[in-house]
């Protein structure tokens, strides 16, 4: 749910962008309601928690930014580059928190969840900062050696691609991180203490 909840601006996009035939226009006009969209999710969520996770702080600021610039120039290449900026902040983000803190980012965003040894938790924190990085470049390849000028192929890239490619990455995550969760308390805890 979740997942989807956090994807939701970008269907938004996707269906706006896909509703007009000219594709500046429909750019330009999607870009309109995915600002909307994120400012929407964005207050909802303070609405039910009082708190809002950085990561859609970060992706609230430069959607507003980017996106603000894509339509002020007509320019879509302001919005093609918030994809890569947005998922480097969050490589950032997440390899600064080794440094920053205690404990890594991905650690305190499930660790009241689960309990897992410090090996894996450092593991999962280097995967996600790996999988950001990807993304963030293989959006600028696609879009500069392949897609240009084609915004309809970059946009699908964007909806079927990039929630693809998370969507995977997730699923392998979760089968990684079932190796070291356990049913049973004391199982679980005695498995900590082994250190991996």
Request: glycine share 6%; proline share 4%; charged share 15%.
């Amino acid at each position: 749910m979740k997942f989807l909840f956090d994807f939701f601006p970008v269907l938004l996009f996707f269906a706006t962008f896909k509703s007009h035939e000219d594709q500046v226009e429909g750019m330009l006009t999607a870009t309109a309601v995915l600002i909307a969209a994120t400012l929407v999710q964005v207050a909802w969520t303070w609405a039910k928690h009082k708190k809002v996770e950085k990561m859609h702080v970060i992706t609230l600021v430069l959607v507003v930014i980017l996106g603000g610039a894509t339509i002020y120039f007509e320019e879509p290449r302001y919005l093609i580059w918030k994809v890569s900026v947005v998922n480097w902040l969050f490589a950032l983000v997440f390899a600064g928190s080794h440094f920053i803190g205690h404990k890594p980012i991905i650690k305190r965003m499930m660790g009241h969840a689960i309990t897992l040894p410090e090996p894996v938790w450092f593991r999962l924190s280097m995967a996600w900062i790996c999988f950001f990085s990807f993304v963030g470049a293989i959006n600028l390849v696609l879009w500069y050696y392949y897609f240009s000028p084609n915004l309809d192929l970059w946009v699908d890239f964007k909806f079927y691609g990039i929630i693809g490619l998370t969507l995977a990455f997730t699923i392998l995550q979760a089968i990684y991180i079932s190796r070291y969760v356990k049913d049973d308390p004391v199982t679980n805890n005695a498995g900590n203490n082994n250190g991996d």
